[in-house]
């Protein structure tokens, strides 16, 4: 099982970022992938996740607005959009595997079973 972050960078505030995460050696039917983030200052924090079988897409309220998840099957690859970077969005952003049938919508990490290596993401003028 290897869950692959990418996508990470240096960005001015207000620019955007695809970040991809790359799912192999499970089957992505039975599997929710969530994005958690660790800022500086904070404990990790749920940004988004989804079903990958449903495609269903779950928020915590304080992500609504600027993060868009979505996957793409053929890829087994997972994508988070950020649009207009702020500098508190600055930090290791991971991706994580939970079961499908758990409550991974909570954003509780010991939901998620499977976690990537994480990709930085640096929003600064």
């Known amino acids: 099982v290897q869950l692959q972050a990418s996508g990470g960078g240096s960005v001015p505030p207000g620019g955007s970022l695809r970040l991809s995460c790359a799912a192999s050696?499970?089957?992505?039917?039975?599997?929710?992938i969530g994005w958690f983030r660790q800022t500086p200052g904070k404990e990790r924090e749920g940004v988004a996740c989804i079903d990958s079988s449903e495609g269903y897409t779950y928020y915590p309220d304080s992500m609504k607005g600027r993060f868009t998840i979505s996957i793409d099957h053929t890829k087994r690859t997972v994508y988070l959009q950020i649009d207009n970077l702020k500098p508190e969005d600055t930090g290791i952003y991971y991706c994580?595997?939970?079961?499908?049938?758990?409550?991974?919508?909570?954003?509780?990490?010991?939901?998620?079973?499977?976690w990537g290596q994480g990709t930085q993401v640096t929003v600064s003028s």
């Open positions: 994580a595997a939970a079961n499908s049938k758990s409550y991974y919508y909570y954003f509780k990490s010991q939901q998620y079973d499977y």
């Open positions: 050696g499970f089957s992505l039917d039975y599997y929710a």
